[in-house]
């Protein structure tokens, strides 16, 4: 995902140039070639939203209303055309559309299921009804993949732009909800003749989730409309397949046109933001990398393909200390003669494919330590190195009963 923040970024600044070039003489025919190249998939909100930045950063309004004629001469419309937001939940397939295809699904079965079961159970309170009343909710559990998804995707990036107080009200009713479908599973499960309350607990079960459909798709849904870019949809899209669905599947196949325009940039000559190292799963600053290994409550050490010690975790308290020293020597270097054929045994099998990991376990004074030995493959599991994790796990078996989150 971290490849697709910086686009807003850099169509901004083709737009700086753009401005820049017309204000030199340039005519649109010289720069609508790039400003079609650019935008031509992009949403005109984004558009509009990236001018408006502009402004804000002290462009004068003159100059960027420069880019009128340019927008008239790609898109074939008029400047209003241009700047009227889309309705981009309609297109089969987006994110929002898919939200809403769930939303619509979720009220059928409301009233034509649960509903209807309710107000059978009210009438006669039979095993047969409190059996399809738990089946109901059962099904109904599933819509934590709906909250999941817009949890997980899409509140992170309204986050990035300061909208946190909507997310975080929302997420803690989310909540309320998945409870009160648990608390109702368990009252039917354990049913004690206790017919209203049972009643109450699903009427009120089912009012939070219509009340939720309706925040949704008239606070949250019209918020992240005005607020996100065409590739942040793509990448809720491209992430969404992992969490799930509820009742019902993506109408279509959908992703915005533009999500390589990063790697287009720096094609260019851009850069992208420095220091940042980047990931299949995010970007972080080297500093962070090295204090998230040492925050670890496990020792780390990374061997090369070829036997060579190239890192190790600096945790308060090792069990093996290392040395900087260490780095660059062989491993078979770094172990007493006695043990060498044992770590040789281990990457021979590693390299060979023979085994992915290999463990031991020994007692030293209060310490119980677990070794653990991984083989570090790439992609197309070809050997990288062997990756050494060593923890003391006595406090673990020492660990009874339960501790929840929020427990002092």
């Excluded at 923040?5 to 070639?33: C, F, M, P, T």
């Excluded at 023979?354 to 653990?372: L, P």
């Amino acid at each position: 995902m971290s490849e697709l923040i910086n686009n807003r970024e850099y169509r901004q600044s083709v737009l700086k140039e753009i401005i820049s070039d017309l204000h030199r003489g340039k005519s649109v025919d010289e720069v609508k070639a790039r400003f079609e190249e650019t935008f031509q998939d992009v949403s005109a909100t984004e558009i509009a939203e990236l001018e408006q930045t502009l402004i804000q950063e002290g462009l004068p309004v003159e100059e960027v209303q420069r880019l009128c004629d340019v927008h008239a001469a790609v898109f074939k419309g008029s400047i209003t055309e241009i700047h009227r937001p889309e309705k981009i939940e309609d297109t089969p397939g987006h994110p929002l559309h898919t939200f809403k295809l769930e939303n619509r699904e979720l009220e059928k079965f409301l009233s034509e299921k649960l509903e209807s079961h309710l107000a059978a159970f009210r009438q006669e309170d039979k095993q047969e009804t409190i059996d399809l009343l738990k089946q109901d909710l059962e099904l109904l559990r599933g819509i934590d993949r709906h909250y999941a998804r817009k949890e997980n995707l899409l509140f992170p990036l309204l986050e990035k732009y300061g909208i946190t107080a909507p997310p975080k009200v929302m997420w803690g009713v989310d909540d309320e909800i998945r409870t009160a479908i648990k608390e109702g599973l368990n009252l039917l499960s354990n049913y004690t003749d206790a017919k209203e309350q049972v009643a109450a607990q699903i009427k009120s079960t089912i009012e939070k989730v219509r009340e939720m459909i309706f925040k949704e798709e008239n606070i949250l849904f019209p918020m992240a409309i005005d607020t996100l870019t065409e590739d942040e949809w793509g990448a809720i899209a491209a992430e969404s397949e992992e969490i799930g669905y509820f009742l019902t599947e993506p109408a279509a196949a959908w992703k915005p046109a533009n999500l390589n325009v990063e790697a287009k940039a720096q094609a260019e000559g851009e850069r992208p933001a420095d220091g940042y190292i980047r990931f299949e799963t995010g970007l972080l600053l080297p500093e962070e990398i090295s204090q998230i290994f040492n925050t670890l409550p496990v020792d780390i050490t990374f061997v090369d393909r070829d036997g060579i010690v190239k890192f190790f975790s600096q945790t308060k308290d090792r069990i093996f200390p290392r040395p900087k020293t260490v780095i660059g020597r062989n491993v078979a270097n770094c172990h007493p003669p006695a043990s060498v054929h044992v770590v040789e045994q281990i990457v021979e099998d590693f390299k060979s494919g023979r085994k992915d990991a290999e463990k031991f376990w020994i007692k030293m004074g209060e310490r119980y330590v677990y070794i653990q030995y991984f083989a570090v493959r790439n992609a197309n599991g070809e050997y990288m190195g062997t990756l050494e994790v060593t923890q003391d796990i006595k406090p673990l078996q020492e660990i009874t009963g339960e501790k929840r989150l929020l427990d002092d």
